[in-house]
């Protein structure tokens, strides 16, 4: 298996995206993945020579022009070609590689993703669907970010995706789906979550729960939580900053040691860099989106 590597996406990269390839070949010493390392060869070399890093299964491809945060997302592919983002979703659509990992730009990556590469069939919009820790066994949020604007037949093909998601990669043949919700009562919410519950409930029968109130969203029995991208991305982050700040109050304020085994399972469970990154759902091609803030 080929895997293209954006180095230079994300707020610890270059360090943290060649450390993370670098444990991986260090822990498995037969590796059946080649890397492709994408981005400044002069930046990823020197580091390399830092390191004194040297590895069989790596390869440097160049990519110079650096993607700001004043960059327009659906023009980076444009603009932009020899960028990280761009040349590593190149080498995916060329199938010289067989997936692409970024911690980079989510809305360069989906629209070069969506430019060069396309949606799957009857896919309108493609979707982020991270996985949630919770008391019961977790579940995936979706959409977390992908998309801004969407209507009810969007949020059905959110939870479409989802499932065959999680009945391909957890063997969950009937997942149950929850639509996010200020209230468990079908007629409450704004008009997109009103017009999506009765197609849930007409398309997924007795695997949709109805709606979950954010409150209760940590220790519902779900398997999919369903919602457009504006809310499910500050969903998504409201939890990382309470759990932040509470790990972070403890350590403070309190005498409980930080490397208790309590502690350190709480920490972990909720810890993003635990669970990997999330896929472009919806894209004709394996697209993984790290966390920014990733760290390896």
């Given at each position: 298996m080929?895997?293209?590597?954006?180095?230079m996406?994300?707020?610890?990269?270059?360090a943290?995206?060649?450390d993370?390839?670098?444990e991986?070949?260090?822990?498995i010493k037969?590796?059946?993945?080649?890397?492709?390392?994408?981005?400044?060869?002069l930046i990823?070399?020197?580091y390399?020579?830092?390191?004194?890093?040297s590895?069989n299964h790596?390869?440097?491809l160049?990519a110079?022009?650096?993607?700001?945060?004043?960059?327009?997302?659906?023009?980076v592919?444009k603009?932009?070609?020899?960028?990280?983002i761009v040349k590593?979703?190149q080498?995916?659509k060329?199938?010289n590689v067989d997936a692409?990992i970024?911690?980079?730009?989510t809305g360069a990556?989906?629209?070069?993703?969506?430019f060069l590469?396309?949606?799957?069939?009857s896919?309108?919009?493609?979707?982020l669907?991270?996985?949630i820790p919770?008391?019961n066994?977790?579940?995936?949020?979706?959409?977390?970010?992908?998309?801004?604007?969407?209507?009810p037949?969007h949020?059905?093909?959110f939870a479409i995706?989802?499932r065959?998601y999680l009945q391909n990669?957890e063997?969950?043949n009937?997942p149950?789906i929850?639509l996010?919700?200020?209230?468990?009562e079908?007629n409450?919410?704004n008009?997109l979550?009103?017009?999506?519950?009765p197609l849930?409930?007409?398309k997924?029968k007795?695997?949709?729960?109805?709606n979950?109130?954010?409150?209760?969203?940590?220790n519902e029995d779900v398997?999919?939580?369903?919602c457009?991208g504006?809310?499910g991305n500050?969903t998504?982050?409201?939890t990382?900053g309470?759990?932040?700040?509470?790990?972070?109050?403890?350590?403070k304020?309190t005498d409980i040691s930080?490397?208790?085994?309590?502690?350190?399972?709480?920490k972990?469970n909720f810890d993003?860099?635990?669970?990997?990154g999330?896929?472009?759902?919806?894209?004709k091609?394996i697209?993984?989106?790290c966390?920014?803030s990733s760290?390896?």
């Amino acid at each position: 298996m080929k895997i293209a590597i954006d180095v230079m996406g994300g707020d610890n990269s270059p360090a943290a995206n060649i450390d993370g390839v670098f444990e991986y070949l260090e822990d498995i010493k037969n590796s059946p993945i080649d890397f492709f390392l994408v981005g400044n060869e002069l930046i990823i070399k020197e580091y390399l020579e830092k390191k004194k890093k040297s590895f069989n299964h790596i390869t440097i491809l160049n990519a110079e022009q650096e993607i700001s945060v004043n960059d327009k997302p659906s023009r980076v592919f444009k603009l932009k070609p020899n960028s990280s983002i761009v040349k590593s979703i190149q080498l995916l659509k060329d199938k010289n590689v067989d997936a692409v990992i970024s911690s980079g730009n989510t809305g360069a990556l989906l629209s070069t993703s969506l430019f060069l590469i396309g949606k799957i069939k009857s896919i309108n919009r493609p979707a982020l669907a991270p996985y949630i820790p919770s008391v019961n066994k977790g579940f995936i949020l979706c959409d977390a970010g992908a998309n801004v604007d969407t209507k009810p037949e969007h949020l059905i093909q959110f939870a479409i995706m989802s499932r065959c998601y999680l009945q391909n990669m957890e063997n969950i043949n009937d997942p149950k789906i929850g639509l996010l919700n200020i209230g468990k009562e079908s007629n409450k919410g704004n008009e997109l979550v009103k017009q999506t519950y009765p197609l849930l409930k007409d398309k997924f029968k007795n695997s949709f729960i109805g709606n979950i109130e954010p409150r209760y969203i940590l220790n519902e029995d779900v398997d999919i939580v369903v919602c457009d991208g504006f809310t499910g991305n500050i969903t998504l982050k409201l939890t990382e900053g309470i759990f932040n700040n509470i790990y972070s109050w403890i350590s403070k304020d309190t005498d409980i040691s930080l490397n208790t085994s309590l502690l350190r399972n709480i920490k972990n469970n909720f810890d993003y860099e635990q669970h990997g990154g999330t896929p472009l759902l919806g894209i004709k091609g394996i697209v993984i989106k790290c966390h920014g803030s990733s760290t390896k």
